[in-house]
């Protein structure tokens, strides 16, 4: 089993819609939660950092951590084309992070 | 600080050449990561450093990859006699001790 499962879609959405990318992980001994974006042939962009349990908001972005579910959550508001990218979700109990396969997410105009 | 820098960018080498990239992390982070990503998946991890102490390795490192961080500034990543197999984005990432992890743009390698 991996440490971190995550669908790769892809998932194709129109402009403005509400965005809803999960992961899944094992380990209970996760305690940082993170989300990154990825655009072709780049390295991979900070989106949001959680710790432990709850909701975090930054503009349209929006992380969630259930920890007693093994399960997070990026959503993103009013999506918008510049939004097309992977979404890779990340976490770690503070050694070495491990990385779900990446959402390929399209926002059609 | 303009962030973690990576040097090249690109490198084609011919399959039984070394390589070397370099990677010069955030300067107030004393961690250093490095993670190699393949099309369509997520970054796998390699290795990282806690200022020059190399603390953990992966076993997809085999005996031709080796890291160093002297002096916990940059650090280099060389891979020996290189295979079709080792075509990959080489990823490096630094951060402080319980923090979020921020990541270079990547060296991409194609062994032909």
């Known amino acids: 089993q991996k440490e971190v499962e995550q669908d790769p879609g892809p998932l194709s959405v129109p402009e403005g819609a509400i965005v809803s990318l999960n992961c899944t992980y094992s380990n209970s001994a996760f305690q940082y939660f993170m989300w990154y974006r990825q655009y072709s042939r780049k390295g991979p962009e900070l989106l949001m950092y959680t710790y432990s349990s709850g909701n975090k908001e930054d503009g349209r972005f929006t992380a969630q951590v259930d ?24 976490m770690t109990s503070g050694n070495q992070f491990y990385f779900g396969t990446g959402t390929s997410l399209t926002v059609i105009p | 600080d303009t962030g973690v820098s990576q040097n090249p960018r690109h490198k084609i080498t011919k399959r039984g050449q070394n390589v070397t990239f370099r990677c010069d992390p955030i300067s107030e982070h004393n961690r250093l990561y490095w993670y190699r990503q393949t099309l369509g998946q997520g970054p796998e991890f390699l290795t990282y450093f806690q200022n020059e102490a190399q603390l953990e390795k992966s076993r997809l490192l085999s005996d031709r990859f080796s890291a160093e961080r002297p002096k916990g500034s940059f650090s280099t990543l060389e891979i020996q006699r290189t295979e079709q197999g080792d075509s990959a984005m080489y990823l490096c990432a630094s951060s402080s001790e319980f923090s979020e992890a921020f990541f270079g743009q990547g060296t991409r390698l194609t062994v032909v």
């Not at chain 1, 920890?67 to 990340?90: E, G, N, V, W």
């Open chain 1, 67 to 90: 920890k007693s579910s093994k399960y997070i959550s990026l959503f993103i508001r009013d999506s918008q084309p510049s939004d097309s990218a992977t979404y890779l979700c990340a």
